[in-house]
């Protein structure tokens, strides 16, 4: 259950376990974000105060969105082994946890006990930074090494802070865990530097070392598996990712709390580890696809287009709208993304592309971008069997993602079945509205969910399985639906349209079945 509470309120409430509700800086763009009204302030269910259970030692974790993301998955594998508690803030750079908004409010009482602390500081550390200490300059350009960026923490600086920040936290007679700074790969964010995170875990493994912390190597433990877990070209991670991390936090925090001299310590130990790793993890779209299915498909656009755009694209691609407007180019490989700018009025259709397919179950993963060149952009992502000679186009089931939402439609069984498409027809001829059975039937072949429209790089996971469609963005599914035409037992084309523009990087087809 989501829990909202005006701020001054949440203050109190956090306030009782020891743990203020504080704004972190790193969070905000310095002295341009605007006031938020206590009265829009909500409460991440992260964030909101537990009622301890007495007779249970108190853990405390502290860090990045990265730990926010997989905290209360520990929770819930700890639950009955320990009160575990959550930071109400991003805990961000070692020089957030010094300040006035760090550990001298996360752990106000000079007197508190924890039995247990599990914390990391180092993505916000290594991160770049203007001289004015913004991540952007006033064009939007993030921080780089090459446009006058330097690390918000140096290295140096971040040896130093650590060692204050485990002095601290000592006070609090607290068993210490360090988890280190998970990789940084190829980033979309221009401040994160490819690799950046190794120097700083190195200095890190070495204060904890000499500090007797505990090193819980979240590092080495997600990169065999990064292209599963982490987001493309992103420092944050899938929900598998996150449940991931929370089973070898869960299990670090078990161990700690184990007492030595208790001869069931061992098995204890065991016990939670055998109960963390058999816990049914989320499994994603796109995990579902690459472990069950095979890859069929797969273009990086890293080549140049010959002649006109849409049938220059090469690697099999196919346009069913380029032959109307040959003289316009609606399609350019550009540094391995496939850019789009449809058409559309002198057309009188938006651009449409597609590539052969062939499965039954099964779908694809594309990497999209509205780079917001056009107002009113749409990307329709689906499948089409050419073969099905009751359809109009062949045209089988989509996706489309707009400023009104993202909907899945089943078109099969729908609006492009070609009888029901002539009954709607006549309607529309007459300019009639539709008989109560036949607009009834056609709104059941969709659904609508609300999504905001934006110009950021998502990851879109599009599947069929059996009569259900479902669409994921970024490793989260949005939406659902099952119809009857979504189990048609040949997707032989992928296929999709642009109304406006839209750029794709990367495509992945894969078949179940």
């Known amino acids: ?51 301890d259970d007495p007779s249970l030692p108190k853990v405390l974790l502290m860090g990045d969105s990265v730990s926010i993301a997989y905290a209360l998955e520990v929770r819930k594998a700890l639950k009955g082994r320990a009160n575990v508690h959550r930071v109400p803030a991003n ?3 070692t020089k ?22 599990h914390f990391n500081h180092g993505l916000h550390d290594l991160s770049y930074r203007f001289a004015d200490d913004a991540d952007k300059d006033k064009d939007g350009n993030y921080a780089t090494p090459f446009n006058g960026g330097h690390p918000n923490v140096s290295l140096s600086e971040y040896e130093a802070n650590l060692r204050a920040v485990v002095a601290r936290l000592k006070r609090t007679g607290a068993k210490l865990i360090f988890a280190s700074t998970t990789p940084v790969p190829e980033c979309d964010a221009g401040k994160y530097v490819k690799d950046s995170e190794l120097p700083y875990n190195e200095i890190a493994h070495r204060v904890m070392a000499a500090e007797g912390v505990l090193w819980n190597d979240l590092w080495a433990h997600v990169k065999p598996d990064q292209e599963r877990l982490q987001g493309k070209r992103n420092v944050h991670f899938m929900p598998t990712g996150s449940a991931f991390m929370a089973m070898k936090v869960s299990e670090s925090i078990g161990a700690a709390l184990a007492n030595p001299a208790d001869a069931n310590a061992t098995k204890s130990v065991s016990a939670l580890k055998e ?5 049914a993890l989320p499994m994603s779209d796109a995990d579902w696809l690459r472990s069950k299915g095979s890859l069929i498909f797969h273009d990086a656009f890293e080549r140049e287009e010959e002649g006109n755009g849409m049938h220059g694209i090469g690697n099999g691609w196919e346009s069913a709208t380029a032959d109307r407007v040959p003289h316009i180019k609606q399609a350019d490989l550009d540094g391995g ?38 107002k009113d952009e749409t990307l329709q992502l689906g499948f089409v069997d050419r073969e099905e000679k009751g359809l109009h186009a062949g045209h089988l089931c989509y996706g ?41 039937l056609l709104k059941r072949k969709q659904i609508v969910v609300p999504w905001t429209l934006d110009h950021e790089w998502h990851e879109l996971v599009l599947v069929t399985e059996s009569d259900e469609m479902r669409l994921s963005l970024d490793g989260k599914e949005l939406a659902r639906h099952r119809s009857d035409g979504f189990a048609h037992p040949m997707k ?22």
Request: proline letters at 5%; one cysteine or more.
């Open 1 to 51: 259950m989501k829990v909202s509470f005006p701020l001054s309120l949440a203050v109190v409430f956090l306030s009782m376990a020891g743990l203020p509700l504080a704004a972190n800086p790193e969070t905000l763009a310095p002295a341009k974000q605007a006031a938020v009204s206590p009265k829009q302030a909500a409460v991440p269910p992260e964030f909101v105060a537990i009622t």
């Open 337 to 374: 993304v496939l850019k789009v700018a449809s058409a559309s009025k002198e057309a009188g259709h938006q651009a449409h592309i597609h590539h052969d397919a062939g499965f039954a179950d099964g779908g694809v993963i594309v990497r999209f971008k509205f780079p917001g060149i056009n």
């Open 91 to 93: 805990c961000g750079s």
């Open 275 to 279: 109960k963390v790793s058999s816990a």
């Open 492 to 513: 032989r084309w992928f296929s999709f349209l642009a109304n406006n523009t839209v750029w794709i990087e990367d495509v992945k087809i894969l078949k179940v079945r």
């Open 400 to 440: 489309i993602l707009n400023g009104g939402g993202i909907t899945l439609v089943d078109h099969k069984t729908g609006v492009m079945n070609l009888a029901i498409r002539s009954q709607r027809q006549a309607y529309l001829d007459r300019k009639e509205p539709l008989p109560a059975e036949l607009d009834a």
């Open 96 to 117: 957030t946890a010094l300040g006035s908004y760090g550990l001298v409010r996360w752990i106000a009482d000079e007197h508190a006990k924890w039995d247990v602390i």
